[in-house]
């Protein structure tokens, strides 16, 4: 039995479609080479460094400001926004530091790239957050206005700390406009100083004392 043939059916004795014929391959895009695909470059700030200093006078030679000053690890004394200073063992020139404020903590290590005693230290960090700044130390006459420094000490100490934080260059154009975020940091590293002084002070003091007592 025949059945009536149409394009695209067999003769059998059931209705089945016959198979589509396969498209042939499109040339339109054959020959265009694919795209490659760019790796996706990370966003980069252009940075610059945001800059403070403060001066002040202590009523030790400079040599001794030096040698107190450049113990690291006793920063946090007259630093509280320092939790911790290490120097490292196998390097004194690096050290750890970890500064804890705000609810905020941050930790870098940085070098000592000057050591120059009795005039200045300088440093600037390896990783974590990018610092650097420098102390400088000046030697004056004793006899200088301010009760809490005219001392019987042969030379006093003028001490300028510099510290200078990198940041996105759009943050530092800004905060150079900004007189109170100055004025802030300023009051910061002012008021470490003073500390720091304080301490040169009452260490002063105890020596005297125990020289005093041993001679009596």
């Known amino acids: 039995m025949f059945i009536a043939s149409t394009a695209g059916w067999h003769r059998s004795g ?6 589509c014929p396969s498209p042939l391959p499109s040339t ?7 795209p490659r695909s760019r790796p996706v470059q990370p966003l980069r700030w252009r940075c610059a460094w945001y800059e403070q200093s403060v001066r002040l006078t202590v009523p030790v030679p400079p040599q001794r400001a ?3 000053y450049s113990n ?14 290490s120097v490292d063992a ?5 050290s750890e530091w970890c500064l804890a404020a705000r609810g905020f903590q941050f930790r870098w290590r940085a070098r000592n790239t000057c050591v120059q005693p009795p005039e200045r230290i300088a440093w600037e960090s390896l990783s974590g957050l990018r610092n650097r700044g420098q102390v400088t130390f000046w030697p004056l006459p004793s006899a200088i206005e301010d009760a809490e420094v005219n001392r019987s000490d042969d030379t006093a100490t003028e001490m300028e700390l510099l510290v200078a934080f990198a940041l996105p260059d759009w943050a530092s ?3 150079r406009n900004v007189d109170w ?9 002012h008021a470490d100083l003073e500390r720091f002084r304080e301490y040169v002070v009452q260490l002063a003091d105890r020596e005297r004392l125990t020289e005093g007592s041993s001679t009596a």
Do not use: Q, Y
């Open 14 to 19: 059931s209705l089945r479609p016959a198979p």
């Open 28 to 34: 339109e895009h054959a020959h265009r080479p694919r």
């Open 66 to 68: 030096f040698a107190l």
């Open 72 to 85: 690291l690890e006793l920063m946090p004394r007259w630093s509280p926004w320092l939790r911790s200073v």
């Open 90 to 94: 196998h390097d004194p020139m690096v």
């Open 173 to 175: 154009r800004l905060l």
């Open 181 to 189: 975020v100055g004025a802030f940091v300023r009051g910061t590293l």
